[in-house]
């Protein structure tokens, strides 16, 4: 895990650096970072009178959430859903509705995303920071039990199938969080905001002087530092997937945290990493896992039906590959990588 901390400060530092500077009229930006949420650190960068009081009620919010959706507490609604398999769990509406989004990725991608994944993340030791590899045999059994077709939800209420079944929100978590606090900044209206919660970036608005935000992509390797290119736009989540932030090595291999459903093994699809760039940060957290486990060609297909969905794919083979939609917005810096042909 070791880069996870210093990567995401590195990417909060140029995005702070993306920002005007202050022009006549206009407030200095104000600037708040949490590490105690999400397993990552979380930031948020606005122009708004009274900015400190709007910041402590969505941080307020970020610490809600978290108690609600953490996969490392017993007593979340996550945590009190794993130790009841098979029963009904009465959640918070928020628990539901994220489970139900969750599933309805889980349908769109074939199981790609799949929030039952937990006995397997558990397995690998992802969730508790503590990671090695496990014996095969183990993989094996933990995956017997992911199905998300066994997850069910309803008025107020969340059950898996049977004992061993388990779930784990964390692919999805983050994006919602940060939609959620772009909302509130909106209700008080902050018309002008950068939010970045590890990794999933929201735009708020338009930078202060009126021209867009110019949102860096962070160069997709352990280690690198710096970014690749970056998207100018404004009112849009960039939300990516890769394996160089979270991992562990065992004999000289490298393993990091997102999975393939299909074989409990981490996700080795071709790429580096996936960025989605949509409205709402919990669909884009979402197809950015889910196109980082299927790679290229069938995370394509997968955005190619969806409106309003763009992506960014970075391949093992330093290619980019950029959607129709970005190919203007997205500007490639880092000149070791080479745009690749949708
Ligand atoms: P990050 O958390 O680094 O931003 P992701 O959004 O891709 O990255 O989410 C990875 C997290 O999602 C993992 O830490 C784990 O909790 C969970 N996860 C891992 N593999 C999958 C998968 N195939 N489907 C759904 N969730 C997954
Ligand atoms: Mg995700």
């Not at 009190?80 to 139900?100: F, K, M, Y």
């Not at 160069?219 to 530092?225: E, F, K, N, R, S």
């Not at 955005?303 to 309003?308: E, K, R």
Request: charged letters at 20%; proline letters at 4%; glycine letters at 10%.
């Amino acid at each position: 895990m070791k880069y996870r901390i210093g990567a995401l400060l590195i990417c909060g530092i140029l995005l702070a650096g993306l920002l005007p500077g202050c022009t006549s009229g206009q407030s200095e930006p104000v600037f708040r970072t949490k590490t105690d949420v999400f397993g990552t650190v979380i930031q948020i960068t606005l122009h708004a009178y009274e900015a400190e009081d709007v910041l402590d009620a969505v941080f307020e919010r970020m610490d809600k959430l978290h108690a609600l959706l953490t996969v490392n507490a017993v007593d979340s609604d996550v945590g009190r859903i794993n130790q009841n398999p098979g029963r009904w769990t009465e959640v918070d509406p928020v628990t539901v509705s994220l489970v139900e989004t969750a599933l309805r990725y889980a349908r769109l991608s074939d199981g790609a995303f799949d929030c039952t994944i937990a006995p397997v993340t558990t397995l690998w030791g992802f969730p508790s920071g503590m990671p090695s590899l496990p014996e095969p045999a183990a993989i094996r059994e933990a995956l017997a039990q992911v199905d998300y077709t066994r997850l069910e939800t309803r008025d107020r209420a969340v059950r898996t199938a049977s004992p061993g079944m388990a779930i784990d929100l964390g692919g999805i978590a983050k994006g919602y969080a940060c939609d959620e606090a772009a909302a509130l900044l909106r209700q008080q209206g902050v018309t002008s905001a950068i939010l970045d919660f590890g990794g999933n970036v929201y735009a708020l608005g338009n930078k202060p002087d009126g021209s867009l935000w110019k949102v860096g992509l962070q160069t997709p390797v352990a280690g690198a530092g710096g970014i690749i290119g970056h998207i100018t736009c404004a009112d849009k989540a960039i939300v990516t997937s890769g394996g160089y932030e979270r991992w562990f090595e065992e004999n000289g291999v490298t393993y990091h945290h997102i999975l393939d459903p299909a074989t409990g093994y981490p996700a080795d699809s071709g790429l580096l990493s996936a960025t989605i760039v949509t409205d709402s940060a919990t669909n884009a957290d979402a197809l950015s896992t889910a196109c980082f486990v299927l790679g290229v060609e069938e995370g394509l297909a997968l955005i190619a039906g969806l409106d309003g969905v763009e992506a960014i794919f970075v391949t093992t083979a330093r290619e980019v590959i950029v959607t129709d939609g970005l190919q203007t917005a997205f500007t490639l810096t880092d000149e070791t990588f080479t745009r690749g042909k949708p």
